[in-house]
């Protein structure tokens, strides 16, 4: 079953005590790229996070977002700094009386000063119980990533598979042809060799032209080929992270396409070559999405 790199999940906990909300978002890319942006307290926990995804995604540039809150009010009290504060007031009230104010306000404007209030971080450790929720839910938001996944890869498996059988019906177009090819150089031969028995020729330019044309003339290993990339295509297709194996088989699709055409000398079978080549790049720029 192919599988897109492309994929979207989300994931949310809530309780009274804790809200945990996760979004993880996947391109293509040929290697695993992982960022994550988590709150500072977890930053212990970014390798284990970092494995889980490579595990459960693979391949792709994905990127996390992690938001934790905790609705715990003793766990998120601020705590005062007094001494800071009476530093303030003093200083203050100081310049305050050299100005001969009245110091009206002065404790509104004094509690809005920087570094008076603080988290509470005298116990930063992270809780069991906790991070078993926020683990789990990290799991949850990569598996609706994975069958996000799993819906784009079933859409470009209909068109691989389109541009693939349009491949192979050129092909046995071009196979249907070589009779024909073959009974067009056999005349052109024919006539260069009357042209020789009657004594008005070139000898070493006959012999170099029929060595080409003979070269030239059989593609039938090619077509034979391309039919074999074509059934390996479909045996891999069912495979399951098979985007890398699928793209070295439409590069050796590629070269037989190639040869074809090179060997052609005939104008309908280069057109079908030129049909073969378009429908191989779509499949180029399918496969570099799959994982």
Same mark, same amino acid.
């Given at each position: 079953?192919?599988?897109?790199?492309?994929?979207?999940?989300?994931?949310?906990f809530?309780?009274?005590?804790?809200?945990?909300?996760?979004?993880?978002?996947?391109?293509?890319?040929?290697?695993?790229?992982?960022?994550?942006?988590?709150?500072?307290?977890?930053?212990?926990?970014?390798?284990?996070?970092?494995?889980?995804?490579?595990?459960?995604l693979?391949?792709?540039?994905?990127?996390?977002?992690?938001?934790?809150?905790? /609705?715990?009010?003793?766990? !998120?009290?601020? %705590?005062?700094?007094?001494? #800071? &504060?009476?530093?303030?007031?003093? =200083?203050? +009230?100081?310049?305050?009386?050299?100005?001969?104010?009245? /110091?009206?306000?002065?404790? !509104?404007?004094? %509690?809005?000063?920087?570094? #008076? &209030?603080t988290?509470?971080?005298? =116990?930063? +450790?992270?809780?069991?119980?906790?991070?078993k929720?926020?683990?789990?839910?990290?799991?949850?938001?990569?598996?609706?990533?994975?069958?996000?996944?799993?819906?784009?890869?079933?859409?470009?498996?209909?068109?691989?598979?389109?541009?693939?059988?349009?491949?192979?019906k050129?092909?046995?177009?071009?196979?249907?042809?070589?009779?024909?090819?073959?009974?067009?150089?056999?005349?052109?031969?024919?006539?260069?060799?009357?042209?020789?028995?009657?004594?008005?020729?070139?000898?070493?330019?006959?012999?170099?032209?029929?060595?080409?044309?003979?070269?030239?003339?059989?593609?039938?290993?090619?077509i034979?080929?391309?039919?074999?990339?074509?059934?390996?295509?479909?045996?891999?297709?069912?495979?399951?992270?098979?985007?890398?194996?699928l793209?070295?088989?439409?590069?050796?699709?590629?070269?037989?396409?190639n040869?074809?055409?090179?060997?052609?000398?005939?104008?309908?079978?280069?057109?079908?070559?030129?049909?073969?080549?378009?429908?191989?790049?779509?499949?180029?720029?399918?496969?570099?999405?799959?994982?």
């Amino acid at each position: 079953m192919l599988k897109s790199m492309t994929g979207y999940g989300s994931s949310i906990f809530e309780s009274p005590e804790l809200s945990v909300k996760v979004e993880i978002k996947s391109l293509n890319s040929k290697l695993f790229d992982f960022k994550i942006r988590i709150p500072a307290k977890y930053l212990e926990k970014e390798i284990e996070l970092t494995k889980l995804a490579e595990s459960q995604l693979c391949r792709g540039k994905i990127d996390a977002n992690i938001h934790i809150k905790s /609705n715990d009010i003793e766990g !998120n009290k601020k %705590l005062f700094n007094a001494e #800071l &504060f009476k530093a303030y007031y003093h =200083d203050v +009230k100081a310049v305050s009386s050299e100005l001969n104010d009245d /110091n009206e306000g002065i404790f !509104n404007t004094l %509690l809005n000063l920087p570094d #008076l &209030f603080t988290n509470d971080v005298s =116990d930063n +450790k992270i809780d069991k119980d906790e991070w078993k929720i926020i683990h789990e839910t990290v799991e949850s938001a990569i598996a609706k990533v994975n069958k996000s996944r799993t819906n784009e890869g079933a859409k470009l498996a209909k068109e691989l598979l389109s541009n693939l059988k349009s491949i192979e019906k050129k092909c046995k177009e071009v196979d249907s042809l070589r009779d024909n090819r073959t009974e067009m150089i056999t005349k052109r031969l024919q006539t260069k060799l009357q042209e020789a028995l009657n004594g008005d020729f070139d000898k070493n330019r006959f012999e170099q032209e029929i060595l080409y044309f003979l070269e030239k003339l059989d593609i039938s290993e090619e077509i034979d080929r391309l039919y074999t990339h074509i059934s390996f295509f479909r045996e891999v297709f069912n495979e399951n992270e098979n985007g890398k194996k699928l793209s070295f088989i439409s590069q050796e699709i590629g070269r037989e396409i190639n040869t074809i055409g090179s060997k052609a000398n005939d104008s309908q079978i280069q057109q079908l070559v030129v049909q073969m080549k378009n429908d191989l790049e779509k499949i180029k720029q399918q496969l570099a999405n799959i994982l």
